[in-house]
């Protein structure tokens, strides 16, 4: 079992940035993909980017790709978001999840365990 905590969401306004963090409670993280989502109301959860268990590989989704970053530090058994440039379509609630294979999924199912999420609203 891994437990998933977020942190680091907030009100910003368009152009802003913010970085979210994902704390994990396993100490066998490093074995887990991990990836971030994001869900609007109204809409179906999206993937926004992933990285391998090693950090080696990430992907990004076309949406943000050029200004969102993830990161992943193993030691501290935590994975970031860095959000740059901000707009208002940003705005959802964003979900880390980790997947045991360790390998990149962009497909949610993959995804054995997930955080409780994190507001991240950005105002025009």
């Known amino acids: 079992q891994v437990q998933l905590v977020e942190s680091g969401g907030g009100l910003v306004q368009a152009g802003g940035s913010l970085r979210l963090s994902c704390a994990a409670s396993?100490?066998?993280?490093?074995?887990?993909?991990m990836g971030w989502f994001r869900q609007a109301p109204g809409k179906e959860r999206e993937f926004v980017a992933a990285?391998?268990?090693?950090?080696?590989?990430?992907y990004a989704a076309d949406s943000v790709k050029g200004r969102f970053t993830i990161s992943r530090d193993n030691a501290k058994n935590t994975v970031y978001l860095q959000m740059n440039s901000l707009k208002p379509e940003d705005t959802a609630v964003y979900y880390c999840?980790?997947?045991?294979?360790?390998?990149?999924?962009?497909?949610?199912?993959?995804?054995?365990?997930w955080g409780q999420g994190t507001q991240v609203t950005v105002s025009s």
């Open positions: 999840a980790a997947d045991p294979s360790g390998i990149i999924h962009r497909y949610h199912a993959y995804y054995n365990y």
């Open positions: 396993r100490r066998t993280f490093s074995s887990h993909a």
């Open positions: 990285i391998s268990g090693s950090g080696s590989s990430t």
